[in-house]
């Protein structure tokens, strides 16, 4: 069995992202954020660091063992979630970054997510629960009546209720408007709810007394598609307008998904009003006469980006300590001799010593630096909005970077859990040690929350031309910079060579695809999109690590002069230099692939693809 | 759960690849060969098509479920497997490619992966345990003394007994000359064996009345490291001169792994001689006077190749499947509008029609074909250099495509199996299909049988400079002479461009190898040994789809026109342009990154990949 301290974090990463490339300390000179200081975010980044590792990495393997189970009361879920549940409400961190107005710390999204990474690091099944409960509550802060508020959102805050988010159904998945939901108008404002969800992340459990779903129904003759559907509050159990609990709400949880991974967090199926006694109340009640349609979709869209932003997280963390676990291992394994030295007289060295073992953890350690700064550009991004008041109703320049963070990402945590088996060789693939679960539960990551397919087209089909091309426009322009700056420096010629030529060649297809767009040939852009969003990704990861390097290098000819911080930096410089030698020239060669304008796939007829099935 | 039914093959891919691509046809025409007729082997496809999917198929989910366990008795494998087991040696499947003289049927090896590619593809754990003992047989018929054969090969050749191949240790996996396992001379020409060995497939069951393990061990005095260690023979219970079981060997089961995944086959810890009465034979009996030392791993390493190629077909199976099962998938699975035409009556189309979906779909084909045919096309050398009396002791032209029929397969499978999941969405991670499942199964093809590394090592430290570059000399030659054929088609302009290009660096590349070699910097072809690997396996790949492109074409401008072959032709055209223009870039790009030399992955200090763990 997997040592409870599976859980691997490296501190002086994140402060690195955090403080010395992201200067988050700027961001407390901000009204917004000034009742917190650099010193407090460290603390809390020590303290956080200590709650993942001490309270919720123990849980981890055992929770994967034990997973969820149906009974006739409900679901059950691993019981060491539910003391590690109410811990984490006790110690404040659901309220980390609450507004102090609501009892919160009001800290910004950026050191939030940070600490989310560590608390997923440990647990990532866990964490599902309070991340999905705290997006609920906040878009019935956001679009809710006072009333609703007032009775909903304390004690999903304080975490007596749980919350959820309730789109999927059989045969509405990525089609959420076929949504067979309905709700009609019954007493006292309220809807009578019928209809069956599926997939519902905390759908059901055992760790709080109620839960608060958030569900996509269609009113009775409204519209067609997503336009038609409305978002309610509907209670587990309802609650009686002095927030006490009163009778149960007629929602049944009638299935659980037997899952690869992810087991410690219940995957339900929910039946609304099997016995017509399902209420739901619209978020933020009636809507103004003359309101336009679609206001459902949009209210659960505040949710699905910050439940992008977190599939991020768990993607980071996942990737992040399969990775330092592989290290690791690669320390103390001994096998073979040194390829030059040959063999010490213990008879073998650690494999970090051999080439090919080395290769593995420095890729490992670029693409989870890279995906990290990633996260965090884009979390700064939605902080520096909302502290200069240019959130743009989530069309600022941060959501041009919502697809990229949850596709890269994930698809790079699957990439890297696996890269991190692969070092372990043989014992990887037991249970023995967390790389297979890390496997097993990161691969969930690309598909929920928006396929990365889904993903890929928001980009192509949306940000790329929202604001007229602005938010594309200024990603060139500071990509332009960087190499600018890149330019300056000695011993970077080859890289930027490399980095400038992959953004000519981005430059040529986004040229393209304006073509297409204008005359409509969305198909070449549609196929297209996937590749698409993995080089752009790529190209944003090479500029941010490739600032980071040079951050490390001015540290190195300066402060860190011959400290121990010395290793640390040049661990940076290597981590730029080899993503920048290795993983953009396959950046190049998608963006030249797409340019070829290759339409197999779209001119294959479907026969083709097999004749047997 | 999955319906027994997961398992799909389409028959006229396989056969297009025997007859019309690899000229299995001609072989027949050999006189090791020339009992058997095309009619034959087409007839044999079918009824191998039919016992995969009646007999073996239904054992996959259930087996996974199940699992082995250890009992006192030793291990318990699912019950179900005993019976396909018997069937399997009953029909005569395992006698397929044993020569005729031993009551085989003696059919080529092309002819047996391609059956064994269809056993594999119903249960891949399944197959693991007749393709280790006829691995453990061929070896004794090959090095055996007479008397050695007479007493094992027949049982083991009829299912009677099982076959191992025993050589990992706690500290010796990749790194087997590390073995710790003695031998001491004992009584009547036996030694007394004693040593603990782990991860041995098989290892232990309760499938067969004996199992005969091939044992690596070190004589008593015997030099260290690979070449001191001998091959032995060692059965679970004694074999008495007449055949008839004797006395337990002193073999004990004393763990079995909890895996990822192929929890249907049993991985076994086994100790030897705890009670000091573990008696096993030397393969061939003694030695001959001044004999080499290491003729123990040479022995072992006809199995290992064997195994090898054992691994590329399970990766190819398993690949295969996947692909088709997300294919029957997206044709039946209905969500969203089509991107020009709208949204049909019924509500939604076919997810086959979105062109992401295209995109997967297409990309799973084509690199299912290529490995296929990589996979073939080795079997198929091999097949020629023993009809011609060339096999050069393992050494011929064959030898330097079985690390990239290894490497490039397994990591192509676990790849597809995750892209199969995605097309299948949220249902492809629950259990309720085999995506899941085919994921957690292939993700140790990597590993096992020596690493996806240890294989990139072999190529690049062995196989290119074998024979004084013969080998890699020939493959130039062809992949020439492809660019040539491709270059006098109409319509392949571009596709013979890329293709030439990424063979001019290769070139580059194998020129920079060279000069390494000679001045001693083994470093910097070890570090780049794997995406060395991934891009030669690439540009094989992609020469052997063009290949079969070039004969689809043919067959469309005459026999097929106007036929229903007509789309698998097409598509067979869509795979070749597809991996052309979208995969052969990126193995360009890869080689680009070799030739400029980066050493960022050796020259980061050890403590710079964290200064925490």
Known sequence: MAESTHFKMDLREIEFSLFEQFGLQTLFKNKLFSHISEEDARLILKEAHTFATEIIAPTYVPGDQEGCSLTPEGVRVPASLKAVWKQYYENGWNALTLPESLGGQGAPQTLGV???????GANTAFSMYPGLSMGATSVIRAFGTPEQQELYCAKMENGTWGGTMVLTEPNAGSDVGMSLTKAVPAEEGSYSITGNKIFISGGDQDITENIIHLVLARIEGAPKGSRGLSLFIIPKVRVKPDGSLGEPNDVVCTNIEHKMGINASAT??????????????LVGGE??????????????FLMMNTARIGVAVQSVSIMSTAYLNALAYARTRLQGAHLSKGRPKEGAVPIIQHPDVRRMLLDMKARVEGARSLLLFTASLMDQERASGNGHGGEGYSSLFIPMAKAHTSDTAVQVSSMAMQVFGGAGYTRDFPAEQYLRDSRIFPIYEGTNGIQALDLVGRKLAQSGGALVNRFLEEQTAFLKSL????????ERSILHQAMERFGTVLGKFTMKGMTGDMESVAVAATPFQEAMSQLLVARLLGHAALIAQDALAGPAKGTQDEAFYQGKVASARYYLRNIVP???ASLDAISGE????????????????
């Not at 290759?598 to 099935?613: H, K, Q, T």
């Open 114 to 120: 940070a600490v989310a990474e560590m608390m997923s």
């Open 487 to 494: 330019g300056e420096r000695k011993g970077w010629s080859e």
């Open 586 to 588: 396959h950046a190049a």
């Open 598 to 613: 290759d339409r197999s796939a779209m001119d294959i007829p479907d026969a083709g693809f097999s004749l047997a099935f």
């Open 268 to 281: 339900a199926a929910l039946a609304f009003g099997e016995k017509g006694k399902c209420r739901g109340w």
């Open 287 to 300: 809507p103004k006469a003359g309101a336009q349609p679609g206001e459902g979709i949009r209210k659960m």
